[in-house]
């Protein structure tokens, strides 16, 4: 699962750890100096370092000096003996992940082991995302610079809207509120033949039957109590170009019938006109309603889903790409803090963990304003978790943690905050273990570690 770099001088310690870290699944590569261990670093490129504090010749600061600077997103952790913690603690000012004192409690190192590895991804996935985000600011030509996001299934999102742009027919895009529906929409009509033709949106979904049909027919003066003037529908302004007709499962049944006359006969009819308008207007449509069901019910005309619904798109909701949110985050850092906070640069390792462990209902919108809230709130040059919204922060009254009291120790104390969370993770997962580790931002095989350590059945 991952390699891990053992740097000790005391045989016993060394191998020690080494069997704890490969009953792990992780694979060690060990080291009897310091020196030796930071020329192993070269060869192997670990994931995590355990390396002891005083040792002949380089000592464990200078291991973590040195491999810091070949590669500072791998964590670093320094074994201490008796008389060496406030050291430790000074190489933990200098980088250092954590310490561990001697005697060794194996327990202690498995959790240290894993909680590293999370750092360690998460740094590397903040890594990418910044060079991603910068890349993608450097191609100003980038024909996808609205979909952001660097998995499979946004590759295929990619792919579709290439094939459908080249077309003239209409398409439907489909997706849960707050996926990008218009951004796709706005990509296939820049990649289309009719991109210097004009892009007209209509929000189907915030207007009155009454107001629609004006609004996408326009009318002639006087045809209703307050048409004061002619008035050009949005099939009229999108002539020669891309109509976008947004929350289009919206449309009341009657307005139904005069939108399918428009697409079939290509042509429309203003209120209060006396003749037809012919346009040429290619229409693409979008709601996060499940048109299908809606057609089943009788709420939706099944000959208007198959006009609208010859070329579709599927957007998959932010928690099917969670691999995509460190590359997001770093997105909408460049976007909106030159406006907003130009001292932010970047997403502390602490705060991406809480965004990456939330589950994102309302996707990629939410996201966009939670690190605009963020960025209103950092100081500094990153945003630290004290400038995350209050619902990444637990906020809510049934996420709250309760702090324990008496004469606990800390590792004590968050112990037992780590219990009660995921006591809540696995409740709201109804006890599905791969739901459960989602929600926790962990792998399947780490919780079922914890579950086992902290006796919950």
Known sequence: MATILIIDDNDTIREGLAHTVKKQGHTPVLASSGAAGIEAFKK?????VITDLKMDGATGVDVLRAISAQDPDVPIMIITGFGTVETAV???KLGAFDFI??????????????RALELHATRRNARKAEGRAEALSQDVDSKFAEL??????????????????????????????????????????????????????????????????????????????????????????????????DEVGDVPPSMQVKLLRALQEGEIDRVGGESPIKVDVRVLSATNKDLEAEVAASRFRQDLFFRLHVLPVKLPPLRERREDIPLL????????????????????????????????????????????????????????????????QGGAEDDRLDVPRGEMSLPEILDDLERQLILKAYAKANKVKTETARLLGIKTSALYYKLEKYGIE
């Open 90 to 92: 000074e190489a933990m």
């Open 101 to 114: 004192t001697k005697p060794i409690q194996v327990e202690v190192v498995r959790l240290k082991v894993e």
């Open 329 to 392: 985050v770093t997105h909408f850092i460049h976007k909106l803090g030159p406006k907003t906070n130009p001292k932010v640069r970047a997403v502390s390792d602490a705060a991406l963990g809480r965004i990456m462990a939330y589950h994102w209902p309302g996707n990629v919108r939410e996201l966009e304003n939670a690190i605009e809230q963020a960025l209103v709130f950092a100081e500094g040059d990153e945003i630290q978790p004290a400038a995350l919204p209050q619902f990444l």
């Open 148 to 245: 952001v996001g660097g998995g499979d299934k946004m590759a295929v999102v990619r792919r579709t809207v290439e094939k459908v742009a080249a077309s003239d027919t209409t398409v439907f895009i489909a997706g849960e509120s707050g996926t990008g529906k218009e951004l796709v929409a706005r990509a296939i009509h820049r990649l289309s033949k009719r991109a210097n033709g004009p892009f007209i949106k209509v929000n189907c979904g915030a207007l009155t039957e009454t107001l629609l049909e004006s609004e996408l027919f326009g009318h002639e003066k006087g045809s209703f109590t307050g048409a004061i003037k002619q008035k050009l529908g949005r099939f009229e302004l999108a002539d020669g170009g891309t109509l976008f007709l």
């Open 44 to 48: 192997h490129r670990a994931d995590f």
